[in-house]
């Protein structure tokens, strides 16, 4: 038997790899186009940064590596240029040669990944994607030679927001060109906003709304007329699968656009497999064809289509959560499932829960702070997405919400989960557990809320808002027009406030909660100001288009 794999980085070698040890006597061959394989792209932009010193480290394997430990034929810079599906053959292009010879297989693992949108207009100046070794090599002969080099970065995702960090490391001054409104597209605007104080802070050029139209010697044009100096593009506007030698062989595409497959990664090809960026996943929450560009899934998947190759037993595909951390400037950002964006836009109700967590017990030294957004179906309980923005900690409790969603766990029964606390790792009641109890309470009717973008029209129905900080706290920084009321003088001088609907806040949600219960016991209409202070801010001061109205 004979299995060709074509793309020899994260699915396609994990497919290699994984047949090898189920299958010693079947003849493995794998064609990569580019000069390297296996390679790390998830620490390319580490390596512009030079947070990651020693270029070797990204090459994870090499041919000769993976001839001796796996048995494996790998041929870079060979290029698949067709298949053709009835004679079960493969055209292979010799990059260096030029020349063309045709394979023949018994089993084909497509893993080309994804390919970036089309080429930025005009010359004079390099454009480089940062997909590959090759291209971090372009980006740092241009740093390299340039003693206070101008760096665009076209497109703010997370490859483009991880591509500021370290050319701002190399001690570039960095514009970055976004077409939407904000950085991180997946991020809701309440959340993204400690990522643009950070770029400010870090003197980043941020252009919103806008795009690159073209380049030329010195500099490039954005699409609202602006020029903007620069010595080099890094192009991260996104990508798409790379289906082109698939779509040609005429093996069907789904409807996002990436290579359809089963729950076994099979393709509408008889003998052919496919897995990776290349390819459409099926989402968690409605079971509808998505696009998840993770490597987690690559690796897991080429894992899954070489067991089903060789006969093993394996379970169907799990559904894609889109599980995604990055790091940008300091800070971590985490997210998982979908944003409250998208559930407006799907029509789906759900149920907000913002609190701000620390990252360990705060009297033991070094607790940080973090922003925790919950998105929760209001008649399961089941989370639907969460979104963490902080530094010490995030990943952590990122991870338990990707378990729990998984797992199919309601938001009510994270107050269940025994997580380790010693005061330097975490708190008696971790963030976790709070978010649950916040949940539980509004599952169960115990506290009401309002979210940040919902203020202004309940005040103008005739809300009025009570900040329960102390008078330090409200001096400092207020919600305009609200009233202040301590939360220790709330029992008695609660008849002072207004015949009228309240909008209690604190500064986290916390004493809003505790404040909430006692005007409620006391006979008051009240809501707590989900997230406080801290939430509302950072909704108001992005200044961006506010959502629909959640449940
Ligand atoms: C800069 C960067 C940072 C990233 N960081 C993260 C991260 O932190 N976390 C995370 O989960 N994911 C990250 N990703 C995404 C992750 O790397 C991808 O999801 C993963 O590599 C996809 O695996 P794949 O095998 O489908 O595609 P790839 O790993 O891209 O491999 C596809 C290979 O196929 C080759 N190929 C394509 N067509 C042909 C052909 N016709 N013939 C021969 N060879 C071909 C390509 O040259 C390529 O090398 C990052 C990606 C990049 C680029």
């Not at 990944?113 to 002969?141: K, Y």
């Not at 379970?315 to 944003?339: D, E, N, R």
């Not at 929760?376 to 010490?392: F, H, K, S, W, Y």
């Not at 900040?467 to 003088?489: F, M, N, Q, Y």
């Amino acid at each position: 038997m004979r299995t060709i794999i074509i793309g020899g980085v994260a699915a396609g070698m994990s497919a290699a790899t994984r047949l090898r040890r189920l299958d010693e006597s079947r003849e493995i061959v794998v064609f990569e186009r580019g000069s390297y394989v296996s390679f790390a792209n998830c620490g390319l932009p580490y390596f512009v940064g030079r947070v990651i010193e020693d270029r070797s480290s990204l090459l994870l394997q090499t041919p000769a590596s993976l001839a001796s430990r796996f048995a494996l034929r790998v041929h870079v810079r060979h290029e698949v240029v067709s298949i053709d599906t009835a004679a079960r053959t493969v055209t292979v292009r010799d990059l260096d040669s030029g020349s063309d010879r045709i394979e023949r297989y018994d089993d084909l693992v497509l893993a080309m990944g994804a390919t970036t949108t089309e080429a930025i207009p005009g010359e004079g100046m390099p454009v480089v994607t940062l997909r590959s070794v090759d291209d971090v090599d372009a980006i740092t002969a241009v740093l390299d030679g340039i003693p206070s080099p101008r760096a665009i970065v076209a497109g703010a995702g997370f490859i483009g927001i991880e591509a500021v960090e370290n050319l701002l490391a190399r001690g570039a001054h960095v514009t970055v060109v976004q077409r939407g409104s904000q950085v991180l597209s997946p991020l809701d605007p309440e959340m993204v906003a400690p990522v643009h104080r950070a770029l400010d802070e870090a003197g980043v050029d941020v252009r919103t709304g806008t795009t690159v139209s073209s380049i030329h010697a010195g500099g490039a044009t954005l699409s609202d007329g602006t020029e903007v100096p620069a010595d080099l593009v890094v192009d991260a506007r996104g990508v798409r699968p790379d289906v082109r030698i698939a779509d040609a062989a005429g093996i069907a595409l789904g409807p996002t656009g990436g290579i359809a497959v089963d729950d076994r990664h099979r393709t509408s090809a008889p003998g052919v497999w496919a897995v990776g960026d290349a390819v459409e996943k099926t989402d968690h929450l409605d079971g509808r064809a998505t696009l998840v560009t993770m490597a987690g899934l690559a690796n897991r998947h080429g894992r899954a289509a070489a067991d089903d190759i060789a006969g093993a037993v394996t379970a169907p595909a799990t559904p894609a959560l889109g599980t995604t951390i990055v790091g940008v400037l300091g800070l971590t950002v985490g997210l998982v499932g979908w944003s409250e964006r998208r559930l407006v836009a799907a029509g789906r109700a759900h149920r907000v829960v913002h609190t701000h967590p620390f990252s360990h017990a705060t009297y033991y030294p070094g607790a940080e702070q973090m922003a925790m957004k919950l998105l929760i179906d209001p008649e399961t309980d089941l989370i639907l997405g969460a979104q963490l923005v902080g530094r010490a900690g995030v990943d952590k409790r990122l991870d338990v919400l990707a378990v729990a969603m998984t797992s199919g766990l309601t938001a009510s029964a994270l107050t269940q989960l025994e997580l380790a606390y010693a005061p330097q790792y975490g708190s008696a009641k971790d963030g976790i557990n709070m978010a649950g109890y916040v949940a539980e309470n509004l599952a169960t009717g115990a506290d009401r809320t309002i979210q940040w973008h919902e203020v202004d029209a309940a005040r103008a129905a005739g809300a009025v808002i009570v900040d329960v900080r102390t008078t330090g706290e409200h001096a400092a920084g207020s919600i305009p027009g609200s009233i202040l009321l301590p939360l220790d003088e709330l029992r008695e001088r609660h008849g002072e406030l207004p015949d009228a609907p309240l909008i209690v806040h604190c500064r986290v949600g916390q004493r809003g909660h505790t404040a909430s219960r006692i005007l409620q016991q006391l006979g008051h209409d009240v809501r707590n100001l989900d997230g406080g202070w801290l939430t509302w801010t950072d909704g108001v001061e992005t200044g961006l288009p506010r959502h629909g109205s959640a449940q």
